[in-house]
């Protein structure tokens, strides 16, 4: 399997160590960006690797299997169209379109033409989230009841999307993934502080038919850089601080419950607090995993963790979330 990885900004050299270093019967073949100083870059990296300035380079090249697109959102859509429409498996980074008529296209050629369509949700494949789904699926935490999450910092504003398909859609990745449900309401408070009305702050509020809640703060705006979740379910509560070093996820035997209600509906609470427990978390880097994922949709017809449904109930969420912003 010939791999070409188009874009090497930020994202793209991660990807490029990690398909680089991967043994499972792929190659990294071609590298490309139209910017010549981020070529040269990837040149001095891997000398060994073609790169070119053009992404029909790899798109036409009856040796590339394999397209990887980090290139801004905005070119996700076309560029995923076609490499589809040449017969390539495409691994898309988040989130897979710009709309969910996008999404449902490329999800259509993928099948008609038989090849993978992937998209890197990569927070699914961190060893915290894989434990705290494990800590879900186990039951051990009891009936989840909120998902409260804060992922803000000076962020780089982009140019073609606003900050909830830059950054929340990783928190609706992991609601997708945790509750094996998507939300059934959405109400969004947003706003620009720039002269191009894309958002840079944005507070969600998703509702779910289980009475599960969420909401979601994310800012390109803040002095400093958090990201916290906060897990509430009926017997126990989860951190997961991603600032961290080690210690990410504890888990709080903390509680409580309905001790009586009167017959002027005044309700007593019995609280519980109890231990702290840190569980041990698999440090394999999320990126590795995810694109090992791909290669084995690829090489062996499995169905990926982040494969194209998931992608499109993000990109669902991700619409309905735009369109209910609250406009002044
Ligand atoms: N999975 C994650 O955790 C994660 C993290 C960061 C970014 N991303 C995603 O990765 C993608 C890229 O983000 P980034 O931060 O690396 O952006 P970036 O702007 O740093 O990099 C994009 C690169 O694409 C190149 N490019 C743009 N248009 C091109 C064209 N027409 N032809 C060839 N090259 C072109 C640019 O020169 C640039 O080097 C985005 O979709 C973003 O959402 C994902």
Known sequence: MNIAILG??????NLARNFFNLNN???????VDHNP???????KQYPNIAVALNIDDAI?????DCIVIALPISLHYPIAKEALLKGKNVLVEKPMTQSVEQAEELIELAIKKNTVLMVDHTFLYTGSIRKIKELIDSDELGEIQYFDSVRINLGIFQYDSNVIWDLASHDIS??????????????TIAISHTKNKIENMAYLSLFYKTNKFAHINVSWSSPVKVRRIIIGCSKKMILFDDIEPTEKI?????????KSIDDKSKVLIDY?????????????????????????????????IS?????????????SAEKSIVKY
């Open 8 to 13: 090497y900004g930020y994202w793209g050299p």
């Open 272 to 304: 519980r607090t109890s231990d702290i427990f840190i569980p041990k978390i698999d440090n394999t880097e999320a990126l590795k995993l995810m694109c090992e994922d791909f290669i084995n949709a690829v090489n062996n017809n499995k169905k990926p």
């Open 174 to 187: 992991i609601l997708e993934y945790l509750f094996n449900e998507s939300p059934e309401k959405i109400q």
């Open 250 to 258: 504890k888990v709080y035997d903390t509680g409580y419950s309905i």
């Open 60 to 64: 036409n090249s009856t040796d590339i």
């Open 25 to 31: 019967n792929c190659k990294l073949k071609l590298i």
């Open 307 to 319: 494969d194209y449904s998931l992608g499109l109930k993000v990109i669902k969420t991700l619409e």
């Open 37 to 43: 100083q981020r070529l040269e870059l990837a040149r």
